[in-house]
């Protein structure tokens, strides 16, 4: 154990055991070397993690104060009320803990904190120049999409990519999306004045996820792909492919992108890599067509680049140490088992009910009369997503994405009572 | 000296004077530590730093050669590209190295990235809840603007923010700015269909920099202050207030902030901390007026967190601990230094040009007869903003923020040779 831990747990317990109160000033970061017989690094890296959790606040140039304990959770996020108030979420696309290697990933944020030269310049505004490169070899070996570096655009997230895409193709007027749940690309386009619904025949622009089709994770069967690509090249519109969970597929084998089908100059490519490594890190990317990435280079200096820098030159790195595909297969491997795990345990307590494991494996589907309230589930502590609830009848889409392993059996336990 | 950065310049010089040619393969790591004699997490460290400079790539499961030395270039950003062009920055945001405190940031990004648990889960679509409590805490104290948490969004730089903006206010119209120098707000308020101009008395939304009203650095006197809030109290107008630079005012005290002067729910101030910090680093946020406040509430799932959650963290203790008030003092004295040392300078060597130093300090004016060609700045290696240039007459806006500053005897020569 490395001794600062032993330090940070010595006062954890003073504060928790009450021997230190709220407004307690702690010692001096030289008098608890002295105290402790350690190095003031050591004391140093104790009170920074006391700090980052809560238990104590450093006022300046005064000293290290005791919170009050109430506060220690209001210096958690929201979230964590949240958290508090539901034990079994079966619904967010958080991760849990076991799903990715952060002390890798902190090597690669260290590594990019060391390239102090490049952290004193803003960022360009199409995304570093290295990790361009690096994305373009990525998704030409992974998904077949070959795209020069010039026409990858990398942001903070799919929606503030979409405002840029909106922002370059000013001459369309209405835009299809497969259904209603994604609320954030959809009022993202009303915003802009766009008309927005789910025929793709009548849409100039045409977003899909080929891999995660509608809530319930189905997989867009080869026929509909080609039947897409035809009816955009024959109308000239759009395709944005929003190609998220395609690393996830394992049922069915990963189908080609849309991109790589189309001969055209038609589609948008989109990826992301919340899901792959963990949702705090934000940075998506998209390949535009070559026309509309002469209109980006055309109008560059209207934008401005939201990803982190720091974390830009991480990935670039991460990705080049071919870390992205064991990451892929590791989240794969764990997603789905503990969606199988689901699945089966629902099947053993829930022998009346239809369940079915989603296309893309990472999805339990539930349909199971229901007499309840649908407040019941939120009063039981469990969050999932409720598709329909009519006639007595409910559907509910489950992804076990943020729940621990141990937790599904219980997590079933819960569903069961509700029920029934 | 730390033995990690040993090693890496043993390679370094290796790579360098051509011992390690293109293509060759360096000792695997257990290799090299018996040669060294040194540990693994030591050579690991060097071969990190070596990958991270591109002098060596990681070809996956085989190992680290070394890379074209052509390729070296085409690791860094493109911005090297420029840089090598330009000599003498004296236009960009750019921060020079001695600014910025990098190794104490680390810290925070380090502690940051061991709250684990937090990094799992998806940020707050407003912003880190702590974040925005220690936001509060800090414009509250500096800049006198009362605001609740819950009023505060963070996200990935004015321009996002902007864009939160027109998509809470739709039935508003037009919007003014006070120049046409920033490009980005004014294009992103076209794409929502607004109507953009620079006559603030027909404007529902008025965007104002009082800190930094024009490209001249001018600040926004007291009566011109009380003008507008009156005007916008009479007429029910938005002022958006971005406060970027108010930190850096040297000659004029500081002014208060519009938001402050107010007593009406009209005004929505926003402030960035990328001049403070470093520009890498994409954290801006905005104080919402209490009913645009209401409305983000009832519309929170329409939009998704652009920033870094791991930056978020890392920023809020870094302003809790009192790091940007000590940080602002030094940049605000280094740049003010070096904008007084520039303006003496061309005083010095350009006796017949009209030299000021702008209202905030930050930045040089000159008036000069220029009977040359704009594109000697360029070939001269030298990047200045041009204001105006005219019968046989220029206006030069300089800001010695990314040059160091012993360039800038060097770059007042080549100024000099140019305008003569």
Chains 1, 2 share one sequence.
Request: hydrophobic share 35%.
């Amino acid at each position: 154990m490395k001794k600062y831990a032993e330090v940070y747990d010595y006062f954890k317990k003073l504060i928790e055991n009450g021997a230190l109160k709220t407004g307690d000033r702690l010692p001096s970061i030289r008098n608890a070397c002295n105290i402790l017989s350690v190095s003031k690094t050591t004391v140093q890296n104790a009170y920074f993690d006391l700090l980052a959790d809560g238990y104590i606040i450093s006022v300046n140039k005064s000293g290290y104060y005791v919170t009050e304990q109430k506060s220690v959770s209001d210096f958690k996020s929201e979230k964590k009320e949240k958290e508090i108030q539901i034990l079994y979420d079966l619904k967010s696309g958080d991760a849990d803990e076991e799903s990715f290697d952060i002390k890798l990933w902190q090597r690669y944020i260290k590594s990019a904190l060391r390239s102090q030269g490049r952290l004193l310049s803003y960022s360009e505004v199409q995304g570093e120049a290295d990790l361009r490169q690096a994305l373009s070899d990525y998704i030409r070996e992974k998904r077949n999409v070959t795209a020069s570096p010039d026409r990858i655009i990398v942001g903070a997230g799919v929606q503030w990519l979409l405002s840029v895409l909106c922002s370059l193709v000013k001459d369309r007027k209405t835009v299809s999306f497969p259904d209603k749940s994604f609320v954030q690309g959809m009022s993202l386009f009303e915003d802009y004045g766009y008309d927005v619904h789910t025929r793709y025949k009548d849409a100039d622009i045409i977003y899909v996820s080929p891999s995660h089709m509608t809530a319930y994770g189905d997989v867009m069967p080869m026929k509909r792909r080609l039947e897409l690509i035809n009816y955009s090249e024959k109308t000239g519109s759009i395709i944005i492919e929003d190609d998220f969970d395609s690393d996830f597929l394992y049922q069915s084998k990963p189908t080609p992108s849309l991109y790589a089908l189309s001969g055209n100059d038609n589609v948008v490519y989109m990826g992301s890599f919340s899901n792959v490594l963990i949702p705090g890190i934000r940075i998506s990317f998209m390949v535009l067509t070559q026309e509309l990435a002469k209109r980006f280079e055309a109008s560059k200096h209207k934008f401005a680049q939201t990803a982190s820098k720091t974390e830009q030159i991480a990935l670039c790195q991460y990705i080049r140490d071919g870390h992205i595909s064991s990451q892929t297969r590791k989240v794969r491997r764990h997603y789905t088992s503990k969606a199988r795990l689901l699945f089966d345990n629902i099947k053993k307590e829930l022998p009346d009910a239809a369940v079915t494991l989603g296309d893309n494996g990472l999805r339990v589907l539930i349909n199971a009369d229901f007499s309840g309230d649908i407040s019941d589930f939120e009063k039981n502590k469990i969050s999932v997503s409720i598709i329909k609830f009519e006639d007595g009848k409910i559907t509910l889409s489950l992804t076990p994405s943020a729940i621990k392993e141990c937790d599904i059996p219980k997590a079933v336990a819960v569903l069961k009572s509700i029920l029934n």
